[in-house]
Every structure is written in C-alpha cells, then in structure tokens.
C-alpha cells in the first residue's frame, strides 16, 4: 500500500511539474491579450518587435512587446479629420514592462481614448533605440 501511495505521490509531482514547464513556456510567447480582434498588427525587425490589437467595438486598443531587446515599443493612435483626409494624433501607447507586458486603452476611459464613428483611424508602431523602425497601419473605424 506505501509503495502505491508513493508511486501516486510521485505521478502527481511529476504532473504538477509538466503543468509548470508548460505555463513557463506559454507565458514566454506574446499571446493577444483576450480575444475577438478586428486587426492585428506586427511590427518587427532583427532585433525589435511590437504586436497592435484593435477591436472596433469599444475601441480597445492593446500594443504588446514581443521582443526581449530591453527596448519598449510605442504606438500613435491618429484619427482623421473631418476636412482633406488630414489626420489628429489623440495618444500615445507605451509597453515598458518588457518582452510579453502589454498595455491597453479603451473608449470607456473617455476622451480622446473615444475614437470617433465613420473615421479613419491610423496607428504608427515605433520600435528601437532610436525609433527608426516603424509602419503604419490604417482601419475604417465603423463599428
């Protein structure tokens, strides 16, 4: 009956353990922080990495650092003007707490985080030391 108890023991610790290196290994890679995104965006480079995710909807916005350079990606978010397709930086997007920390905004924190209806929204992902690598990404905001 010992050896049976023992042998029990040992299979649960042994399982436990495979449950831990499977979390280690999944929280090593960026995953979209929740689900049911209308755009995903990357931007990378050799060394640089940043991930964008829009859901219309509510107008979440999430950047997420997918590269362990030490570095935090930036992300503009403009929307268009009403006049001549010009385009109005409303915030900023910073994830500085390394590769896998993500940052969020969304329409309920009010103001300018409310993108307006039936414009245009368009995003610019910074990435490196010095901010040379970016792109663009442009949406239809109409949901």
């Not at 990378?44 to 362990?68: F, M, N, P, Q, R």
């Not at 930086?89 to 905004?105: D, F, H, I, P, R």
């Not at 924190?109 to 307006?116: A, K, M, N, Y």
């Amino acid at each position: 009956m010992r050896h049976k108890i023992a042998a029990l023991a040992a299979t649960t610790v042994m399982l436990g353990c495979a449950s831990l290196a499977t979390a280690t290994s999944a929280s090593a890679t960026v995953d979209p922080p929740g689900g049911g995104w209308d755009h995903t965006y990357t931007t990378s480079d050799a060394k640089h990495g940043g991930t964008v995710y829009v859901s219309e909807y509510g107008d979440v916005i999430s950047l997420c650092d997918t590269a362990a350079d030490g570095l935090a990606p930036r992300a503009d978010i403009f929307s268009e003007e009403s006049i001549a397709g010009l385009y109005d930086l409303q915030y900023s997007l910073t994830a500085s707490g390394g590769e896998g920390s993500c940052v969020t905004s969304r329409a309920s924190q009010g103001g300018v985080h409310d993108l307006p209806e039936g414009r245009h929204i368009s995003i610019t992902v910074w990435l490196g030391p010095d901010r040379k690598s970016q792109t663009t990404h442009n949406y239809l905001n109409d949901n």
